[in-house]
């Protein structure tokens, strides 16, 4: 993996996915599980694999039946969805160097800024939806993407990250459904779980990996390619 083609100083922009990226475990599964109905989830799940409903669908069902206040929500994720391993290092590594993190995710804003905050990561640009919990089920309140993808048809994190796209060499980190259109628009990518898979079956080459300590240590061995 070369990062610098012309033998310059090129700055990244590592746009990484949160849930299950960021985190070692979804949080928004972890939300519908711990306060929604899981036999909703099972139900919508394999459909939303097979492209039979939308992701935006899936979870506007699966969080209807979400019954909890925003402060029981924001203390359970805290608890139970752990960062993984490197992902605070990588931060500083890549401010180090004059390159940029921004988290692209397809959750709720005040989940992300809570673990975030909690982790001493508070400063770091967020695109995201956001959520309104709520005792008797909560609502999504979906972010401005822009136009339809052209691309994957939806309004995706590809949006996004071409809003902070500023000449820089383009590294994506993602696990999941949302991230598939984005991560293709990347000169690398950092894939796990279900991304990983879908890559190899459409044949595009991705590195894989355990935590954040390997993706820091490729690109540093990238920069000195
Ligand atoms: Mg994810
Ligand atoms: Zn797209």
């Not at 019954?67 to 029981?72: E, G, H, K, L």
């Not at 969805?81 to 005040?110: C, I, K, M, Q």
């Not at 984005?182 to 590195?207: H, M, N, P, S, T």
Request: proline residues 3%.
């Amino acid at each position: 993996m070369v990062l610098v083609p012309c033998g310059g100083v090129n700055a990244l922009l590592i746009a990484c996915d949160f849930d299950g990226t960021i985190t070692q475990r979804d949080t928004l599964r972890l939300i519908v599980a711990q306060y929604g109905s899981v036999e909703v989830w099972e139900e919508i799940e394999p459909r939303l694999r097979r492209g039979e409903v939308s992701l935006e669908q899936a979870m506007e069902l699966e969080f209807a039946a979400v019954q909890a206040t925003p402060q029981d929500v924001r203390e359970f994720v805290r608890e139970s969805a752990p960062l993984r391993a490197g992902f605070a290092e990588l931060v500083e590594w890549a401010g180090d160097r004059g390159h940029r993190v921004v988290v692209l995710s397809s959750g709720f804003r005040t989940v992300i800024d809570s673990v975030l905050h909690e982790a001493g990561l508070g400063d770091l640009p967020v695109e995201s939806h956001d959520a309104v919990f709520h005792p008797s089920g909560t609502t999504i309140r979906w972010s401005e993407r822009g136009e339809p993808c052209g691309h994957c048809g939806r309004r995706c994190k590809r949006h996004d990250l071409g809003r902070h796209h500023d000449q820089e060499v383009v590294v994506y980190v993602g696990d999941g459904v949302s991230d598939r259109c984005a991560a293709q628009a990347a000169d690398v990518i950092f894939a796990r779980d279900d991304l990983a898979r879908y890559l190899d079956e459409e044949r595009v080459g991705f590195r894989a990996f355990e935590d954040f300590h390997d993706i820091r240590t490729a690109l540093a061995e990238g920069e000195a390619a």
